[in-house]
């Protein structure tokens, strides 16, 4: 029979890390519901190789400490909704879509599962929310910014694919993150969104921008771990995009670590 030491050893070196996907609140048939876009899904599984769970958008019934010790890596997902601009000090557009479950929900966890070493890649509304997480603000339509160039995704009558088509080069910061995963390579990115940075979060390094200098990724500077957000959308490209891939694949490396470590710590000791 297996010691409780070597059925642990296994376990470890064979499962796959879990990665927690934040997920929108919906409403179906007059039902509360959770969602996340399979494209996520997808790239966690296929290109992360992760496990990837959707995390109800429900703050409440999730401990953070429970949560921090549970997963691998935490994915914050794009949405057609806006962080609530009171996070930021600003006042709502009448027609600006937002989620206030969802704030209330990445708001709480995400200091704590930072804090855990839980590796982090924020997509879109996540690249937004991590920033005013960190005490930076929002515009909330960059196109009407003078010198801006218009980030949104254009005609709605193309097929849905066709909106995440690259629509501008990126500007790589030298010696970051983002350097190393390109390669050195000039790259262009699929940018769709409304919203963007006004004024960079505390701590947070700049790791690229658009032409027009708008910040399109960033990481936390002090963070041992993993830590990438980027205003464009890798999950749609994973396909036709080896940079895409190469996100989710350093990524999923880091939660691998994370893994590691998280269960070498459970271990028991020799005798």
Partial sequence: MKSASSRSSLSSSSTRPVVAIASDCIERHGHVAHAAWHGYVRAVSEVSKALPLVLPCAGDA?????????????????????VHPARYGAEPDADMQVDLARDATVFALLPALIAAGVPVLAVCR????????????????????????????????????????????????????????????????????????????????????????????????????????????PEMRIDDSAFARALFSAFGDACRERRRQRTSERLPSAA
Avoid: C, K, M
């Fill in 126 to 233: 996540g690249f937004q929310e991590l920033n005013v997480l960190h005490g930076g603000t929002l515009e909330p339509a960059v196109h009407l910014q003078p010198g801006r160039l218009d980030h949104r995704e254009g005609d709605h009558a193309r097929p849905v694919q066709r909106w995440y088509d690259d629509s501008h080069a990126l500007h790589i910061a030298e010696g970051g993150l983002l350097e190393r995963l390109a390669g050195g390579a000039r790259v262009a990115v699929n940018s769709l969104h409304h919203q963007g940075i006004a004024r960079l979060g505390h701590g947070l390094r700049v790791e690229a921008t658009a032409p027009d200098g708008l910040v399109e990724s960033f990481s936390i500077a002090s963070a041992p771990q993993f830590t990438l957000a980027v205003q464009w959308h």
């Fill in 62 to 82: 999730i401990d953070a400490a429970s949560l921090a010790d549970a997963i691998d890596g935490i994915v914050l997902t794009g949405s057609p909704s806006n």
